[in-house]
């Protein structure tokens, strides 16, 4: 054991003063937050411009009940129903009359009203968006509604207005059967819809917990933390490839058998390289919960998931520096190693391609099953244990436990090929001489 802690000391050391160590402390939480960025301000600012939309209506009827129903929205929708901050732009509405002569010059010209910030956007009613014609093999061109807009526009905007649009048709459609145009509000008034999370009991009181509204940041927080367990992990792990082929070409390697077993010296290797890590997800989570508070977001930070992420970060790296050890020390060169990096980016690229699916069906086959094969449980397994849905409280344990048995496996096996693989010389072996290595020893 002294002997793997001496080695473990000399490599750690050795790392942490170099360029690129610094590099891959703050590389994570740099990429990682500049992604949630946008999203925190897209969520906390709003923009709040007055905006001016143009109608041109070639029915000839239905102008005004459109801009009244695109005025009403507007002031439903201006304000934030708890907080009473404006969230959206103010909208004003211009009524064009259609030119019934050369059309395309018309919508060139309000184009270029809406290129040099006149307007923001128009939008042209069909001659037959009143009486479309339903059961047509062919969309009708004239029964549309044409939404034309520049820069600027929220994803949402457009749905907006076409809702508000087809309200004020349904209202002249509707006054022209007879039906009381003044009670359409109330007659399609939407119910607000919100997504919950399920309800869950405390196991230790009993209480029945009320189920929070769902939202992006169930979503955006797993994919985060899938994010920077995977970077964390390939960059502690993968320039072990470089590194121990490096020593080896130097021949310390030579020197260092004559004191230390091949067990010894890549144990202490994956020793190191778990300190590196650690050292890593330490700067990453301190980073993450001061973006997390001056985002005014700290309760959205899943902190009882952090021991099972420490628990990951170990067990992943553990596997992947013994892997990453094994390889290097089999190849002659650097550039050899380097060849081999994609055997490395199975284990946690895998899971995180299909992170998402995983999220919205945890408790699926493929989720279980990924979840449960040792080499993809630590990024599969934390998707689905931060995921909207409960999963059984037996599988993390029982994930884990293939975790420590693939991991010892895998480090006996590296260890039976770093013992051949480090005094080998001018040759990169191929796939069947590490299998072979492995099996004979």
């Not at 009359?97 to 919508?107: H, M, N, T, V």
């Amino acid at each position: 054991m002294r002997k793997i802690l001496i080695v473990a000391k000399r490599d750690f050391l050795a790392a942490i003063r170099t360029k690129g160590f610094l590099v891959s402390l703050i590389l994570p939480p740099l990429i990682v937050g500049a992604s949630y960025v946008p999203v925190i301000l897209e969520t906390k600012h709003h923009d709040t411009h007055d905006k001016t939309i143009a109608i041109v209506d070639r029915t000839g009827l239905a102008s005004g009940a459109v801009i009244d129903a695109l005025g009403k929205q507007n002031g439903r929708d201006l304000y934030d129903k708890t907080t009473g901050l404006q969230i959206m732009p103010r909208y004003k509405f211009e009524n064009v009359q259609p030119d019934a002569g050369d059309p395309a010059l018309q919508r060139l010209a309000l184009s270029d009203r809406v290129r040099s910030r006149d307007l923001f956007a128009f939008v042209e009613i069909g001659a037959h968006a009143l009486d479309p014609a339903t059961g047509a093999k062919k969309p009708d061109p004239a029964a549309s509604i044409d939404w034309y807009v520049g820069e600027g526009e929220e994803p949402h905007t457009e749905g907006w207005i076409r809702d508000a649009v087809n309200n004020g048709l349904r209202a002249v459609r509707l006054a022209r059967i007879g039906v009381d145009a003044g009670r359409l509000s109330s007659a399609l008034a939407p119910v607000e819809e919100q997504r919950m999370s399920l309800v869950t009991r405390d196991e230790k009181t009993g209480q029945i917990g009320a189920p929070q509204k769902r939202g992006v940041a169930e979503f955006i927080m797993p994919m985060s933390i899938a994010t920077l367990l995977m970077m964390i992990v390939l960059l502690t792990s993968a320039p072990m490839l470089t590194a121990i082929s490096e020593d080896k070409m130097q021949r310390v390697f030579e020197m260092l058998l004559a004191s230390a077993t091949p067990f010894e010296l890549i144990a202490g290797k994956v020793v190191a390289a778990v300190a590196r890590s650690l050292t890593n997800t330490v700067v990453v989570m301190v980073f993450a919960l001061v973006l997390l508070y001056f985002a005014a977001s700290l309760g959205l930070a899943p902190l009882h998931i952090m021991p099972w992420f420490l628990v990951y970060v170990i067990a992943e790296v553990t596997i992947l520096a013994a892997l990453a050890s094994a390889l290097g020390a089999a190849c002659s060169t650097p550039q050899d190693a380097s060849s081999f990096s994609w055997v490395l980016m199975i284990p946690v690229m895998i899971p995180f391609f299909v992170a998402f699916k995983m999220l919205n069906e945890p408790n699926g086959a493929m989720a279980t099953g990924l979840s449960l094969f040792p080499l993809f449980t630590p990024i599969a397994m934390l998707v689905r244990q931060l995921s909207p849905g409960t999963i059984p409280a037996w599988q993390p344990w029982v994930g884990l436990a293939g975790v420590v048995i693939a991991a010892i496996a895998i480090s006996w096996v590296a260890a039976r090929i770093f013992r051949i693989g480090i005094l080998m010389q001018g040759k990169t072996p191929n796939i069947g001489d590490l299998v072979r290595w492995a099996v004979r020893g």
